[in-house]
Nanobody, 124 residues
Framework: QVQLVESGGGLVQAGGSLRLSCLASSFTYVMAWFRQAPGKEREFAAAISRSGGNTNYADSVKGRFTISRDNAKNTVYLQMNSLKPEDTAVYFC????????????????????WGQGTQVTVSS
């Protein structure tokens, strides 16, 4: 069992930045960030391999968000720049029981462990 705890959410104006963190209780393979806006389905945002050498992003965040990880701290980060009101959502981190390519990690069903989420609100 892996526990995940997100932090770093908040209220920011459009064009601003936030950095989310997700602390894992133990070793993890691929880690990902998903988000869910009010009234919408959960959607993939970004994923990173165990080594950190491979990443994958949703088109909606590519060029604005950067996922990274520090395995010594069991932590994954999501640096979010040039935020837009449409980025408003609850952001969840997730990890899997087994390794797989980040390119295959865009669906929530691939992940066994989820955090409780952190709210990000972008005002216009």
């Amino acid at each position: 069992q892996v526990q995940l705890v997100e932090s770093g959410g908040g209220l920011v104006q459009a064009g601003g930045s936030l950095r989310l963190s997700c602390l894992a209780s133990s070793f993890t393979y691929v880690m990902a960030w998903f988000r869910q806006a009010p009234g919408k389905e959960r959607e993939f945002a970004a994923a990173i391999s165990r080594s950190g050498g491979n990443t994958n992003y949703a088109d909606s965040v590519k060029g604005r968000f950067t996922i990274s990880r520090d395995n010594a701290k069991n932590t994954v980060y999501l640096q979010m720049n040039s935020l837009k009101p449409e980025d408003t959502a609850v952001y969840f981190c997730a990890t899997a029981k087994t390794p797989f390519s980040v390119l295959a990690g865009t669906t929530g069903g691939r992940y066994a462990y989820w955090g409780q989420g952190t709210q990000v609100t972008v005002s216009s």
